[in-house]
């Protein structure tokens, strides 16, 4: 099997004069296994691989990528991001990463025991999911589809300013997408479960999850619009913290697309919250050794005891900022540059259970799940409005489901408006980790 | 792109293990983006991707795998995995004969874009990036992007299909931020058309930015969105993803099949007011959603979905018109051969009607205009379904007033569709829209024209 360091050497060979080349190199395997009613609907292999290349030539950036390590391809993605630096208008703080003398931290990323997982365990497993949903509740009428999938990624950045690092990760997961039915209507809901290893998957908890998710929604109303008490779960406040986590990008501060800009140092939040982008903490998706350009992860904290903290940097804006990078450099794949983006914030619980802060509260909605956030926040004014369904609290208990409905703030005031957080600190597939929040005065529109 | 002979020896190969149908989609794609940013020519990317996906199929099950190795040997692998994924119990050796059909184009391409030399390319970004920046000073930045892709493609299959289609896109972005007493705003406009370099004969960059900045300028006095239940009117041309969103996805015969669409076991039934009339075309010269044949190799076509508020078609794709014997619609689509095909819209569109777009508008007390509608999401087996608003107004005393901040409108698809009541004659193509579904994204088209929906609720913060 061809080694990564290899394909990135034959990229840096190419240099030519005192250009800097960077060679980012990326293979995955992924089986993927689809059942639908007790039988395999789809299974699928497969190989991806590629590289990305970006040349750096009197203070001009070119990129060009190939999906293949065929070297005639490799050395044609050399060529066209040198053609296209040749187009791009000088910068003065362009450049690559530099070795900055931080080590990676020791995450174990890695689970041998994953890739000796035979295909029939895996099937096995899917149907074995797709079975609990199915007989967890009456009320469920059919599962819409029931996944096991897992990856291997391997990774290597080389420069020709002296990086040269790699890191691989293992993953699997199961997740099920349920139907529930009372006659009346029906209703959706999914459970997973994600691991490094395919021990750590819990097809229990996952079918439970399904089950209960869609059933607890039957009957569902809409609710009159009023300003209310939210309770976040843990799912819903991941997403949102997600949000807030990409307004602290240095990229969006200094290209002037920060809400927080020049606000570092002041209260912009309730003393309540802390925030720390960790993604050397092996428990968050995010979690990796070093950055897309190859630099150490590290730990930046972003907001402390409300008080804005940083941003997270990238080799650029480290540079124009006159400060360094975090080593939070992320791209999307080969087939694009590094941003600076968070990938694994961790808010600091609170002291209280998601019970009992369900039990302190005499009028709200406990929101389960939010959609359309991608339509229906903008990151640059902070208006945040979102399609959203939960269930009522009433004196302290939760009481009957409620359905097409939205919640609206904006990210300034809801940082604010936190009101609680709870002590369930609990991990999940997305750039945040999550937890309950409770925030006040939130208008919810309805009927 | 291949040989036939190889093609043919590969089909084999996928059908050793008794695959009652096989299929081999090669891809060649390449790309290329320009990115102006905060002034300055960022950056430059081409990227090329080529590779097969091969699938076997046995009874319900579909085995899949991909491989960027498109030698004799790479592709035998990968059918072999494909082919072990979906094995069963037979066996034995079945060739496949090859029939090649040559493919109509949708249009001509009059200027390949890889013809064209990139100075051409970052000059258009520098045109937007100094006319959005002359709308007014209260515009502090400008991203403009411009973005071509030729994706050539090939299928063969064991029922003897060998066909291949060359598309070629080309889009144009502009967003920006305007900055004002209120603080910041954004503002974005798109142009993007099946079709090459030649976009920029029929559409002005110049036209693209101001268009993105006087969105955001106006927003710099909007008030906060109304919460609440209220009419909307939607302008022509801004608003397809109603569509897309409230029924679209609901009448993909995949989700109808596994009970995850509220419109199962309702074809022929009054679904939607009689003003509707809606159409997924992938036919449509020129536009977004367009191309010659669906990623299964079936000529794309023109589906009237419902017909004056009755539901006449779902879409389809190959294994979905398979088990119910029926012609493909040429909705089968795929983001690449790295992925499997499934049903999706192309250009999905509701006709024109007869009122007067000013008479809809002033018959209407107390709601909301959208001349522009961001992205949108659907629970298909629920119906609700939300979408985003990027330029709304107050629609007062049947006046359009004043401009109302970002928010989303949340609705229930069926209940939408019937409580349509009046739609205008200036029917309009929207925006390129890229729809995912199943962690796939593919280009679509969406329009409308003029209309008006009874009540939705709004996502606003204001009483």
């Known amino acids: 099997m061809t080694d990564l360091f290899e394909v990135a050497d034959l990229v840096l060979a190419g240099t030519e004069g005192d250009e800097q080349v960077e060679a980012y190199v990326a293979r995955s395997r992924d089986a993927q296994v689809r059942v639908y009613e007790g039988e395999v609907e789809q299974l699928s292999t497969a190989e991806t691989l590629g590289v990305g290349v970006r040349v750096v030539r009197d203070g001009r950036q070119g990129f060009a990528y190939c999906g293949t390590f065929e070297p005639g391809a490799v050395r044609e993605a050399l060529v066209e991001a040198r053609d296209n630096a040749a187009f791009a208008e000088h910068d003065e703080w362009a450049g690559l990463a530099e070795p900055d003398g931080v080590e990676p931290p020791e995450v174990d990323l890695w689970r041998s025991d994953l890739l000796e997982v035979p295909t029939e365990r895996k099937v096995a497993l899917a149907v074995e999911l797709e079975h609990a949903i199915r007989s967890a509740d009456p009320r469920i009428t059919g599962v819409e589809s029931c996944d096991y999938a897992d990856a291997t990624g391997e990774l290597a950045v080389a420069t020709t300013t002296g990086i040269r690092r790699n890191t691989r990760s293992t993953n699997c997961q199961l997740v099920g997408y349920s139907l529930a039915d009372d006659g009346e209507a029906s209703q959706t809901g999914f459970g997973f479960s994600l691991g490094r290893s ?94 897309d350009e190859g630099l150490a992860s590290r730990r930046v904290p972003l907001i402390d005891a409300g008080v804005l903290a940083g941003f997270v940097h990238s080799t650029w804006t480290g540079r124009r900022t006159g400060t360094a990078s975090t ?121 | 792109m291949l040989d036939e002979a190889v093609i043919q020896r590969t089909l084999g190969a996928a059908l050793r293990t008794g695959g009652e149908f096989a299929e081999v989609f090669v891809e060649d794609k390449r790309s290329s983006s320009a990115m102006l940013d905060d002034g300055r020519v960022e950056e430059l990317s081409s990227g090329h991707d080529r590779g097969a996906g091969i699938r076997v199929v046995v009874g319900d099950t579909t085995g899949f795998a991909h491989t960027a190795d498109l030698s004799e040997g790479g592709l035998r692998s990968a059918a072999e995995a494909a082919a072990a994924a979906a094995r069963s ?12 059909r040559e493919t109509t184009p949708l249009g001509p391409i009059a200027v390949m874009p890889q013809t064209v030399g990139k100075g051409k390319k970052v000059e258009l970004l520098r045109r937007a990036d100094e006319a959005a920046r002359a709308e007014g000073g209260s515009i502090k930045q400008v991203r403009a992007r411009y973005g071509d892709s030729r994706r050539q493609i090939l299928v063969a299959n064991s029922d003897g299909l060998l066909t291949g289609d060359d598309q070629v896109r080309t889009l144009f972005v502009v967003s920006t931020v305007a900055f004002g007493d209120t603080g910041m705003q954004t503002g974005y406009e798109s142009v993007g058309r099946t079709i090459g370099f030649e976009l920029f004969e029929k559409h002005e960059v110049e036209d693209i930015a101001r268009e993105s900045a006087r969105r955001a300028i106006t927003k710099l006095d909007a008030r906060p969105a109304p919460s609440g239940t209220l009419p909307v009117v939607i302008g022509p041309g801004g608003g397809g993803v109603l569509f897309h969103e409230a029924c679209g996805h609901g009448l993909e015969k995949d989700l109808i099949d596994k009970g995850a669409s509220v419109f199962k076991g309702r074809m022929g039934e009054q679904v939607a007011s009689p003003l509707v009339t809606l159409v997924d075309d992938g036919t449509m010269v ?147 829209g890229m729809c995912g579904k199943d962690g796939q994204g593919v280009p679509v088209g969406d329009g409308v024209p003029t209309l008006r929906v009874k009540a939705l609720t709004i996502g606003g913060t204001a009483a």
């Not at chain 1, 009023?226 to 990229?251: C, F, H, M, N, R």
């Not at chain 1, 209260?267 to 903490?281: A, C, H, N, R």
């Open chain 1, 198 to 291: 395919f021990d750590d998957l819990d097809v229990e908890q996952a079918g439970r999850d399904a089950a209960e998710r869609a059933t607890r929604m039957l009957g569902a109303v809409k609710p009159q619009s009023a300003k209310l008490t939210v309770v976040l779960d843990p799912w819903v406040t991941a997403q949102v913290v997600g949000i807030v986590a990409g307004t602290l990008s240095a990229e969006e501060v200094v290209k002037g697309r920060s809400l927080f800009a020049e606000r570092v140092g002041e209260q912009v939040g309730t003393p309540l919250l802390t925030l720390v982008e960790d993604p050397t903490d092996g428990r968050t998706w995010g979690a990796s050794e070093i950055d």
């Open chain 1, 327 to 447: 080593g939070s450099a992320v791209r999307g794949g080969f087939k694009s540059t590094p941003g600076a983006s968070c990938r694994a914030v961790v808010p600091t619980p609170g002291q209280a259970s998601p019970d009992d802060l369900i039990a302190g509260i005499d009028e709200g909605v406990l929101i389960q799940e939010v959609f359309g956030l991608h339509s229906g926040v903008n990151p640059v004014s902070g208006d945040l409005s979102t399609g959203a369904q939960g269930l009522r609290i009433r004196g302290g208990a939760v009481a009957e489901p409620l359905r097409e409905f939205t919640i609206a703030s904006t990210i300034q005031r809801l940082l604010i408006d936190i009101a609680a957080l709870g002590n369930d600190l609990t991990w999940l597939p997305m750039s945040a980790a999550g937890i309950t929040l409770v925030i006040d005065d939130v208008a919810i529109s309805g009927q």
């Open chain 2, 89 to 100: 119990g037979g066996g034995g050796v079945k060739t496949v004969e090859l029939t090649r």
């Open chain 2, 286 to 432: 020129e536009e977004w959603g367009a191309y010659a044949i669906d990623d299964e190799g079936s000529p794309a076509q023109r589906n009237v979905l419902i017909q004056d508020g009755v539901l006449t078609d779902y879409m389809w794709d190959f294994l979905r018109s398979r088990k119910d014997g029926r012609p493909q619609s040429g909705n089968g689509r795929r983001q690449s051969y790295q992925h499997l095909p499934m049903v999706r819209m192309t250009n999905t569109y509701m006709v024109g009607g007869k009122s007067e777009p000013d008479d809809i508008i002033a018959s209407t007390d107390h709601g909301v205009y959208v001349s522009s509608l961001g992205g949108g999401q659907v629970n298909t087996a629920t119906g609700d379904f939300v979408f985003g608003m990027t330029e709304a107004y107050l629609i007062e005393n049947g006046e359009i007033t004043e401009p109302i901040r970002e928010g989303n409108l949340i609705g229930n698809g069926p209940k939408v569709l019937t409580d349509i009541d009046a739609v205008g004659h200036d029917f309009a193509m929207g925006h390129p």
